[in-house]
Every structure is written in C-alpha cells, then in structure tokens.
C-alpha cells in the first residue's frame, strides 16, 4: 500500500514546480517518490537524476531530518507521514576579501561548514590577483 509522504520544495526548486512548497505523494520507496515527483512536473527532472537515471550526486534528500543514506538509502521504504526534504547543493559565488587579504571563496560548501562547523572553518591565504 502507497502512504501519503510530504516532499517539502526547496526554494531553488519550485520554479520546477509550479511554486509549490510542498507536495503529497503516495509512494512506498525513493524512486517511486522520484517517479512520482517527475511524472507531476517533469521540468525538475534534470534536478534529480542524472542521464543515466541516477540520484544526482548533489542532492541530499532528508527523510524526518534523517540523510536517507543513513535510512538506506532507495532501498528505504516511507512510513505514513513521512516528510522528505530535497536539498541541492548551490555552487558559485565570488572570493570575499577582508583588509588582511584572507580569502574564503563564497560557495554553499563553505558557507555550510561555516554554519555546521564555524570551529573548523579553514580561511586561506590569498592574493587579490588569483581570483
């Protein structure tokens, strides 16, 4: 039996969707989900997988706030009521400079260890010419 799962929209997303911030679907795995999504707004198709048909290697998708790596994976089955939350990873930016001439390019994987691991953020060194 397909349970009702809650895909959460992403804003970077929605384009792809009509606007729609979320959306509930029937569906018992993560390709049947995936199926299902593409099958309501095909436009976010080359979002989510990749030419072959694969999970794009960029997008985390959370079940309940869990990585669904960790549930695993296309093999997990929803329960009723899950949520599932698409997240891409946002690439691009330009270096920021400070008067010291440290540098940290401006890149969704830096600003993310910047906000899950501040303690740890590595700043290199850099001239104004290389970027």
């Keep these: ?9 992403p804003t970077a997303l929605r384009k792809f969707t009509s606007g729609a911030q979320s959306v509930e679907l029937p ?12 099958a309501r707004f095909p436009d976010i198709s080359r ?12 997008l985390n998708i959370y079940v309940n706030d869990e990585d669904i790596r960790f549930l695993g994976g296309s ?3 929803f329960e009723n009521g899950d ?19 440290v540098c940290v390019p ?17 700043t290199a060194i850099c001239e104004h010419e290389r970027f």
């Design 27 to 38: 569906a018992v795995s993560l390709p049947d989900l995936l199926d299902q999504l593409v």
């Design 1 to 9: 039996m397909n349970l009702p799962v809650t895909v959460l929209i």
């Design 47 to 58: 979002h989510l997988r990749d030419d072959r048909g694969e999970l794009r290697r960029f």
């Design 75 to 77: 093999a997990y089955k």
């Design 83 to 101: 949520e599932v939350l698409l997240v891409p990873s946002i690439a691009g930016g330009a270096a920021v400079y400070s008067e010291a001439n």
């Design 106 to 122: 401006a890149t969704s994987a830096n600003l993310g260890c910047a906000f899950d691991c501040a303690a740890l953020a590595v």
